[in-house]
C-alpha cells in the first residue's frame, strides 16, 4: 500500500498511533547447512528508533543507514550457529542472493517464541530474523514508496472489532490479509498458551496431592488418638474439656501443617526462580525478574495448612466422643467367632505367622481398608503421572509417524502452478511428492471466529493425513470441510452445520461450506478440505502452496542442495528437526512440571506405605516381643507384621490402578492447551512401572521397620500397659 495510506489509518477512531514497515521472507545459506533456512525480513527506520514494536540491542551496535548491507540479527540464532559481531551473512530475499554484515544482536517483543511461519515448535537453529535499513527492505522487496505491515496502537476503551473492520476496510484494495489484535499475535498467543497451561496446572494437580497428604495425616492422627486414649480418658477426668485436649491434638497436626507449607514456600520460590531462568532463555526474554506475589504465597500457604489441618479435624471429632470411663478402659478384647471357621480352612494352607496376618486383617476391615486406600491413592497418583508422561512420548510417535509420514515438506513463497510438483520429482532420490495448499483464513460460526487456515489435501493423503479418533485415517473430500476436534469446539459447531470461511488471499471471498467431520489432531487445530475443491472455490485451478516429500536419505544431501537453490522456494522443513523441536517444548515449560510432580508422587507414595509400616510396628510392638519370647525368630516375628503390610498392598494395587486411570484424564485436561492436547494414554507400562514403585516402596519401607524389630528391647516392651 502507498504510504499516503497511513493517514487514513491514523484517523480511525480509538487509534492513537501508526507505524509501517517492511517484512518479507528471506533463506539463509549458511555454509556447514545444506538445509535453506527460513527467515524474517523486518524494516527498521533509518533516522529514529520504532515507535511501535522497537526491539532490545542485546550487544553490539544499531545499523547505519547509510550502509545498506549491515543488519541486526536475532540473538538465539546467533548462539545457536556460533556467529559473532562482524561475520557475513549470505540471504536470498525475493529470489535474489544478498550479502550481509551482521553489526547487532537483538531481540523483540514479538519474537519472544521464535519458531518458522507455519510451524509451531520453536528452533533457534531453524529460524532467524533480520532487522535492516527501511530503504534497502524497500529496495529488496520492490516497495518504494510503500509498505507491507502496518502497527497500530490503540487507547483506552478503543472498540478493537471496529477498529479491524476500518483496517481491512481500508487496505483490502491493496491486498491486506486481514488485521488481527494482539491476542492472535503468534508469540503474545504461545506465551498465553503458556500461562494458561500453568495456571490449568496449578488449579487440578494441587488439590489432587493435597488430599493425599490430608489423607496421610488423618491417618497418623487418627492412630495417635486411638493409641493415646487412655491418656485422652485421664485428661478428662481431671477436668479438661474436650476443647482443651482437641487443641492439644490440633496444634500438633498445626505444627506439622506449618512446617510442611513453609518448606513448600521455600522450594517454591527456589523453583520460580528456576524457572524464571528457563524462561529467560526459552522465549527470549532479555530480562526477566523473578518476584514472588504475597497474595499467591499467602493463599499456597493458607490452602496447604487448611488441607493438612482438614484431615486432622475430622479424627478430632473421636476425642470429643471420649467419655472418661470408657476411654480409660482396656480396649475390648477382639471378636474371634468372626474368623473360626476362616481359621480352620486356613490351617490346610499356612502355617501359624501367616494365619496370624491373616488374622489380623480380617478382625479390624476396617482399617485395612484404611491403609488399601491410602497405598491406592499414592499408587494413583503415581500411575496418573507416568501416564501423562506416556502421553507426551505417544503424541510424538503419531503426529510424527502415523500422522505425517513424509520426510520434507517444502513451501513455496506464493501459490504456483501445481507443474512445479514436476521439478520436484524429477529429483534424484525423491520417491514420493504429495502436494498441498495452505489458506489463510478467518473461520466463523456465529459469534465464535478462528483465526487459522484451510488446508488443502489430496482424497486419499499419504504422506500427511488426518486420522478419526481410533487413528484410522480420514478421507479428504471435496463436499465439505473437515476440523480438528478442538477446532470445531472452539467454533462450537457440529457436523452438517455450515462453516463461514473469509479467506485472506487472492481474490478474498466469503465462502460457506459445510462441515462433514471431526478428526483428531495433536498439534495445533487444522481444517481440511480437499485441495481441487478448494482450488475450485478460490477459482484458482491447478494451485500449490507446497509439496510433502518421501525421499532417499542417502541421496538427501543432493536433494537439499537441489532444493535450496530454486528461487520459489519459502522454506524447507525436515521432519526429525520438526520432531526434536517439539520433543524439547513437551519437555520444557509447563510440559516440565509432569516431571516435577512425577518425583513428588513417587515420594508421597513411598510416604504412605513408610507411614503404615511404621503405625503398624508401634501399635504391635508388645506383640512382637511376645512372640519372641513364646520361641518365635526374629525372622518370623518379623513376618507377622510385615506380612500383614504385603497383603495390604497387594490388595491396593487393583484400587491403585482404578484411581489413576480417572486420575489421568484429569491431569492430562488440565495439561492441554490450544496449540497441543494431551490425551490420556493409559498404556500398560504405566501401570507396570507404578506397581514396581509400590512394591519397590513396601520393600524399602518394610526393611526399615524389620531393623526395627531386629532391634526390639523385649523387657521394655513387654514392661508396657496393655
Not at 498465553?192 to 487440578?204: M, V
Not at 478430632?316 to 470408657?326: H, I, N, S, T, Y
Not at 478421507?475 to 457440529?494: T, V
Not at 494451485?543 to 536419505?553: E, K, Q, Y
Amino acid at each position: 500500500a502507498p504510504n499516503y495510506v497511513l493517514n487514513d489509518l491514523a484517523a480511525i477512531d480509538g487509534v492513537t498511533a501508526v507505524a509501517s514497515r517492511v517484512v518479507g521472507g528471506a533463506l539463509i545459506n549458511l555454509d556447514n547447512t545444506l538445509v535453506p533456512i527460513r527467515a524474517q525480513a523486518v524494516s527498521l527506520p533509518d533516522f529514529a528508533a520504532p515507535r511501535l514494536n522497537d526491539l532490545y540491542l542485546s550487544s553490539g551496535r544499531r545499523i547505519d543507514p547509510s550502509r545498506k548491507d549491515e543488519i541486526l540479527l536475532l540473538e538465539g540464532f546467533a548462539v545457536a550457529h556460533d556467529l559473532k559481531l562482524g561475520d557475513s551473512l549470505s540471504a536470498t530475499m525475493n529470489g535474489a542472493r544478498r550479502r550481509f554484515e551482521i553489526v547487532g544482536f537483538a531481540q523483540a517483543p514479538e519474537y519472544l517464541y521464535s519458531a518458522a511461519p507455519g510451524e509451531l515448535a520453536p528452533d533457534d537453529a531453524r529460524f532467524a530474523v533480520i532487522w535492516m535499513s527501511e530503504d534497502a527492505l524497500r529496495a529488496a522487496y520492490d516497495l518504494d514508496g510503500a509498505f507491507n505491515q502496518a502497527l497500530l496502537g490503540l487507547g483506552r476503551g478503543s472498540d478493537l472489532p471496529a477498529v479491524l473492520d476500518s483496517v481491512d476496510r481500508i487496505l483490502a484494495d491493496y491486498g491486506g490479509i486481514g488485521a488481527f489484535g494482539l491476542e492472535d499475535q503468534l508469540s503474545n498467543r504461545f506465551i498465553t498458551e503458556e500461562i494458561d497451561g500453568l495456571k490449568a496446572s496449578s488449579r487440578s494437580v494441587p488439590p489432587v496431592f493435597l488430599a493425599v497428604a490430608a489423607f496421610l495425616l488423618y491417618i497418623v492422627i487418627s492412630r495417635m488418638v486411638q493409641s493415646e486414649r487412655e491418656q485422652i480418658g485421664l485428661l478428662k477426668a481431671f477436668g479438661y474439656t474436650s476443647s482443651e485436649v482437641g487443641m492439644h491434638y490440633f496444634k500438633f497436626v498445626l505444627v506439622i501443617a506449618i512446617a510442611g507449607a513453609l518448606l513448600g514456600c521455600i522450594l517454591g520460590v527456589m523453583a520460580g526462580r528456576s524457572l524464571a531462568g528457563f524462561y529467560q532463555i526459552y522465549y527470549k526474554f532479555p530480562f526477566l525478574v523473578f518476584r514472588v506475589d504475597p497474595a499467591t504465597f499467602l493463599t499456597g500457604f493458607f490452602v496447604s495448612v487448611l488441607s493438612a489441618s482438614a484431615g486432622g479435624l475430622v479424627v478430632l471429632r473421636k476425642v470429643f466422643g471420649m467419655v472418661p470411663a470408657e476411654a480409660m478402659r482396656p480396649p475390648a478384647p477382639a471378636d474371634y467367632s468372626r474368623s473360626a471357621s476362616l481359621g480352620r480352612a486356613l490351617k490346610r494352607v499356612l502355617d501359624q505367622p501367616g494365619r496370624m496376618v491373616i488374622r489380623r486383617i480380617v478382625r479390624q476391615p476396617g482399617r485395612a481398608a484404611v491403609a488399601v486406600i491410602g497405598i491406592g491413592a499414592g499408587m494413583s497418583l503415581s500411575v496418573a503421572m507416568l501416564s501423562v508422561m506416556a502421553s507426551f512420548d505417544q503424541i510424538l510417535e503419531l503426529n510424527f509417524s502415523v500422522m505425517d509420514r513424509s520426510d520434507v515438506t517444502v513451501s513455496f513463497i506464493e501459490p504456483l502452478s501445481d507443474k512445479t510438483l514436476f521439478e520436484l520429482r524429477s529429483l534424484a532420490g525423491v520417491i514420493d511428492v504429495e502436494p498441498f495448499r495452505s489458506v489463510p483464513a478467518i473461520l466463523r460460526n456465529g459469534r465464535n471466529t478462528y483465526r487459522g487456515a484451510i488446508n488443502g489435501l489430496v482424497s486419499e493423503p499419504q504422506l500427511n493425513r488426518a486420522v478419526d479418533d481410533a487413528m484410522r485415517p480420514i478421507l479428504i473430500r471435496s463436499d465439505g470441510i473437515i476440523l480438528a476436534e478442538s477446532l470445531a469446539k472452539i467454533l462450537n459447531i457440529n457436523p452438517g452445520e455450515l462453516l463461514t470461511v473469509e479467506v485472506r488471499e487472492g481474490r478474498r471471498p466469503v465462502l460457506e461450506i459445510p462441515v462433514v467431520g471431526i478428526s483428531e489432531s495433536l498439534l495445533g487445530s487444522p481444517a481440511y478440505f480437499e485441495l481441487a475443491a478448494l482450488n475450485r472455490a478460490l477459482r484458482e485451478p491447478h494451485r500449490v502452496s507446497g509439496a510433502f516429500l518421501r525421499i532417499d536419505t542417502d541421496q538427501s544431501d543432493t536433494i537439499y542442495q537441489a532444493i535450496k537453490d530454486m528461487p520459489a522456494v519459502a522454506g524447507v522443513s525436515l521432519r526429525s528437526e520438526a520432531r526434536a523441536a517439539f520433543q524439547r517444548l513437551m519437555n520444557t515449560g509447563a510440559g516440565a512440571i509432569r516431571f516435577v510432580l512425577a518425583a513428588i508422587a513417587g515420594i508421597i507414595t513411598f510416604g504412605i506405605i513408610y507411614n503404615s509400616a511404621r503405625i503398624a510396628f508401634s501399635e504391635r510392638a508388645r506383640d512382637l516381643a511376645s512372640l519372641r519370647v513364646i520361641g518365635f525368630t526374629k525372622a518370623e516375628a518379623a513376618f507377622v507384621l510385615l506380612g500383614e503390610l504385603g497383603v495390604i498392598t497387594l490388595l491396593a494395587l487393583p484400587v491403585g490402578m482404578i484411581f489413576g486411570y480417572y486420575l489421568s484424564l484429569l491431569i492430562s485436561a488440565g495439561f492441554s492447551t490450544d496449540i497441543y492436547q494431551i490425551p490420556a494414554y493409559i498404556v500398560p507400562e504405566s501401570y507396570a512401572l507404578g506397581t514396581i514403585a509400590v512394591i519397590a516402596a513396601a520393600t524399602i519401607s518394610g526393611w526399615l521397620v524389620k531393623r526395627d524389630v531386629d532391634r526390639l528391647d523385649l523387657v521394655s516392651t513387654l514392661k508396657t500397659r496393655d
